[in-house]
DNA sequence: ATGGTGGGCCACCCA
């Protein structure tokens, strides 16, 4: 079985490179973050004439996570417990959903992204990782055994190879401590990332800018992740990261994560 | 190629 984890930025603009993507690289679920698009708006026809099933939740322009499985996708959630909410009047973002798909409990994340230290946004993503984190802590306290993939956009690079050079990021989200520290505690809890093994860095990246040519510098991210429970990570047999995806015109800013199981 | 972001959507926000 083939999981693969995906920051589309928009499905709509991107639906023909995601189609192409599943065919390329035989993916049996693949979690979607970024979509961009009201539920009535997400392209069914395209992806269900392929094979696959779907969950999407999405309210408006902003945020949007689905899942597709062509080996079932059952008991869905639409959130995890406690999940934070943003804003005034607050709202319980599109940024987490959840399906048990050929036995494997996979989620599709879209952490925060924190836009400054000081911002709100920050406390909002900080405190969305702890939530999630202690949700996810029941999940394997209940069934030391499940099978469990926490998979998307964690817009955290927990090293520092992880960005393609720490003086840039002085002072800046994704590498702050707090941030580091919320990824360890996943870790910790049991969770592990089960792609830099077979993806090792440095210069390993996930995501690059759109601007300053950033991606033919090779100037990127890792913040792209799957971290898998105890019982899931022992399945794992192999994993790459797809920057082929991220070439050309009309790519995505961030490349496909693909996860094996035997 | 001597440039230099792109997606939402229509005044800007978000990444």
């Known amino acids: ?30 979690a979607i973050q970024e979509t961009k698009c009201r539920e009535d708006q997400f392209p069914a026809l395209e992806l269900s004439s392929m094979g696959y099933e779907y969950v999407h939740v999405g309210l408006n322009q902003w945020n949007g996570v689905a899942l597709l499985s062509r080996v ?17 009047p607050p709202v319980l973002e599109p940024r987490a959903v959840g399906a048990t798909c050929g036995g494997v409990r996979v989620w599709s994340l879209y952490v925060p992204n924190g836009r400054d230290l000081e911002h709100e946004h920050y406390a909002y993503k900080l405190e969305w990782l702890a939530r999630l984190r202690a949700d ?7 069934d030391p055994d499940a ?50 093994p077979y993806a090792p860095g440095p210069g390993t990246y996930t995501y690059w800018d759109y601007q300053q040519l950033a991606f033919p510098k090779k100037r990127g991210l890792r913040i792209d992740f799957v ?17 082929e995806e991220r070439k050309g015109k009309g790519a995505s800013d961030h490349a496909p994560v693909v996860v094996d199981l035997a």
């Open 1 to 30: 079985m083939r999981i693969a984890t995906w920051n589309v930025n928009s499905i709509r603009s991107r639906v023909d490179r995601v189609t192409a993507f599943l065919e390329r690289h035989d993916v049996d679920v693949l």
């Open 227 to 243: 971290l898998a429970s105890p019982a899931l990570a022992a399945r794992v047999d192999g994993a790459f990261i797809d920057r």
């Open 136 to 142: 996810a802590e029941g999940w394997l306290a209940a």
């Open 147 to 196: 099978q469990i993939a926490l998979t998307g956009d964690w817009n955290i690079a927990p090293q520092d190879d992880d960005v393609w050079d720490m003086a840039v990021f002085e002072g800046k989200t994704h590498v702050s401590e707090p941030e580091r520290a919320a990824f360890r505690a996943m870790v910790d809890t049991g969770f592990s990332d089960v792609v830099r």
């Open 72 to 88: 079932g996708l059952d008991d869905v959630t639409t959130s995890f417990a406690d999940q934070p909410t943003f804003g005034d």
